[in-house]
């Protein structure tokens, strides 16, 4: 087991950079980012960026960077007036996901990104046994952050910040007796950990080669197996949820095996969990809807390809629109950087 670098500190994170990413890339997938214009969007690129920490010239002071969640613990950190720094004013692994994946579905070209505040913020999140946690300021580790790190270092096409070998032992050392993935060794396979970590082992160039055919089938075969009333469960023996038309929908699309699933079924247990009023969708049916459920429920939609949504890239979790866009500046961040001086 790995102990957090810092247990006495446990900030309360404000998630508000997450929110914002739901709402963002729900819009995108439903073709409604034009009800944003011009000014609307440079003012919410400005907001992602105010709440990036940048570093000073400490080394300690650079792995705490990243972006923050939300405005609440901000300290003035980065001004030159300050000289006190608030230790609780940390980035968070989740929400510089999240900063970087809005971004990208502004049309944001990242130059304005501290790339190696943010990664030396990444590689001291990762512990020995190859788990991350999500921030210095402590936290749990497991398989949730190392999917964060996974994508961030995707989206900066840098994985110099993660020790591949070890996330990968980890990830396999997490797949249990059903065969499918827990948070960790010895935990229960949960549908959200399964995604986590086919994701970040599609990320890291690594799914073909180190998952065994066996081991490839007897998943694919849990995950379909998480039918249940037309909707996907995260476990055995619970109740179909809306996020797990993601979750599981997901994974099952970056194994090459969505079709297994009754997609017909599925979609009409997606869209029964919408709610009339407000046009969000809930967890489960006659339930009330939230930003999440909504978000997940919409790109578990999008995967399906029959309610002209947007596709969705299944394991960035940004249109594949945006995910061009990222595609077009990795070309030009290695044009940039093969220009000699
Ligand atoms: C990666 O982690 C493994 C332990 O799983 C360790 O043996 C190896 O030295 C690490 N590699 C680097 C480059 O730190
Ligand atoms: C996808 O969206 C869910 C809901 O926000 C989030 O928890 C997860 O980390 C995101 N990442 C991807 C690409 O799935
Ligand atoms: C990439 O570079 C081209 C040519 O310099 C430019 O027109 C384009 O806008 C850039 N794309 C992005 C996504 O920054
Ligand atoms: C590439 O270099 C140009 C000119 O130096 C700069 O304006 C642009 O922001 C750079 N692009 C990226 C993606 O770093």
Redesign the pocket.
């Known amino acids: 087991m790995c102990s957090s670098p810092s247990p006495s500190l446990l900030p309360s994170q404000l998630s508000l950079m997450a929110v914002l990413y739901f709402a963002l890339s729900g819009l995108d997938l439903l073709d409604g980012l034009s009800e944003l214009d011009k000014e609307e969007r440079q003012h919410i690129i400005n907001w992602i960026y105010s709440l990036q920490i940048l570093p000073g010239n400490d080394r300690d002071e650079q792995a705490c960077a990243g972006f923050r969640g939300g405005t609440t613990l901000a300290s003035c950190r980065g001004e030159s007036s300050c000289d006190t720094v608030s230790q609780l004013d940390c980035g968070h692994i989740t929400m510089t996901y999240t900063a970087l994946a809005s971004l990208i579905i502004l049309g944001d070209d990242l130059s304005r990104v501290e790339r190696p505040a943010v990664m030396a913020h990444v590689a001291a999140l990762q512990c020995?046994?190859?788990s991350f946690f999500s921030t210095r300021g402590g936290s749990e580790n497991d398989m949730r952050f190392m999917y964060c790190a996974a994508a961030i270092c995707y989206i900066l096409q840098d994985f110099s910040a993660i020790?591949t070998?070890?996330a990968t032992?980890y990830i396999l050392n997490s797949m249990s007796y059903e065969g499918a993935m827990g948070q960790g060794t010895h935990l229960e396979a949960h549908g959200g950990s399964s995604y986590c970590a086919i994701a970040t082992l599609h990320l890291l160039g690594k799914l073909d080669s180190s998952l065994s055919r066996t081991q490839r089938e007897r998943l694919v075969r849990w995950l379909v197996e998480r039918q249940s009333g037309g909707g996907l469960q995260g476990r055995p023996n619970k109740p179909p949820d809306t996020c797990y038309a993601f979750w599981i929908g997901a994974t099952l699309q970056i194994l090459g095996a969505l079709d297994y699933l009754d997609t017909a079924a599925l979609r009409q247990f997606v869209l029964s969990t919408q709610d009339p009023i407000t046009g969000g969708l809930a967890k489960y049916p006659n339930s009330n809807p939230d930003g999440l459920h909504t978000y997940l429920g919409i790109s578990g939609l999008s995967l399906l390809r029959k309610d002209n949504l947007k596709p969705v890239d299944p394991a960035l979790n940004i249109s594949q629109q945006a995910l061009s866009h990222l595609h077009q500046l990795h070309k030009n961040i290695s044009k940039n950087s093969t220009v000699p001086c």
């Open positions: 020995p046994d190859g020790n070998t070890s032992k």
